[in-house]
């Protein structure tokens, strides 16, 4: 079966990529210029998927900036961002490829009008690549030196067992095979990212596969690193008030902790309204934005809300 290397699509062609950072302080500079506020230790895994040209699996609770990894690297490294977003059912004609059938249709009854073609011909033609529509996962494995783009296949805990193995092809080699045409391989490996918020375990051959890392919580100090950079409109005695509550609402037993994404939301609902502080009414009246369960709230709010806000208010975050 033939190897067939792609060729670059001009649309997608990033016009000032980046060089790829060659130190792992470089690699935090990189992450810190789009405002990511990474630890040392992502920011090693980072780099190590970078130099080494391996997906990086990236697991942890839904929130904490996963995803955002991605959009960062194709920002700041200026190449393109071609995200698969996973869910139930997801299969190879939405991920990988399909053929054109209505196309490929008209082409036969074309040829049989015209007569001059002979079957082997005719085959050869409606399986040749302009009749093939790419998806996600071929259009990543389109580029050139230095512009190939990021791959983010996010949520992939949401996807059935087969498609994790269909995956495999992919995630080794850089390639797909098309039993129709032959297998098509990048020209220059693309960065992948690959999210799962756990809520089943992926295989164990996929993991083999990446570099892997748990994105935790960020501590009080890098969370509020974070609302500095993503709401800077909130008064600094509010920010760290926010980053003390929700540090202190993590220690709660409930169904689901809020994540980065929740903080810098309520950060930012807390400016819509004009805040300066925190207050138990407040924080009643906008717990909606920081947790996403009704029994959650019901738990927090009242007595435990006002225990948390006076809390915020006597622990000054550092």
Known sequence: MAVL????????????????????????????????????SLATSVFLALSMHRPLFLEGEAGVGKTEIAKVLASALGRDLIRLQCYEGLDIAQAAYE?????????????????????????????????????????????????????LIDELDRTDEPFEAYLLEVLSDFQITIPETGTFKAVDTPIVIITSNRTREIHDAVKRRCL????????????????????????????????????????????????????ID??????????????????????????????????????????????AKATPAS
């Open 212 to 263: 892997y890392h748990w994105v935790d919580y960020p501590d009080a100090q890098r969370e509020l690193d974070i609302l500095r950079r993503k709401a800077p409109q909130a008064a600094e005695a509010l920010t760290r008030e926010i980053v003390r509550f929700v540090q202190a609402l993590r220690g709660i037993d409930l169904f689901k902790l809020p994540g980065v994404a929740e903080t």
């Open 5 to 40: 290397f792609l060729s670059p699509t001009p649309a997608t062609m990033s016009a000032a990529s980046v060089a790829l950072p060659t130190t792992i302080d470089a690699t935090l500079k990189l992450l810190t210029s789009a405002d990511y506020v990474a630890d040392r």
């Open 266 to 311: 309520w950060a930012n609902a807390m400016v819509a309204l004009d805040q300066l502080a925190l207050d138990p009414q407040t924080v009643n009246d906008t717990l909606g934005v920081l947790l996403k369960y009704q029994d959650d709230i019901e738990r927090v709010r009242g007595d435990e809300a006002a225990r948390l806000t006076a809390l």
């Open 99 to 151: 053929w054109n059938y209505s196309r490929q249709m008209i082409e036969i009854r074309l040829a049989e009008a015209a007569g001059n073609q002979s079957r082997e011909q005719l085959s050869s033609d409606i399986y040749s690549e302009r009749f093939l529509i790419k998806r996600a996962l071929l259009k990543a494995l389109e580029g050139k030196p230095g512009q190939a783009p990021v791959l």
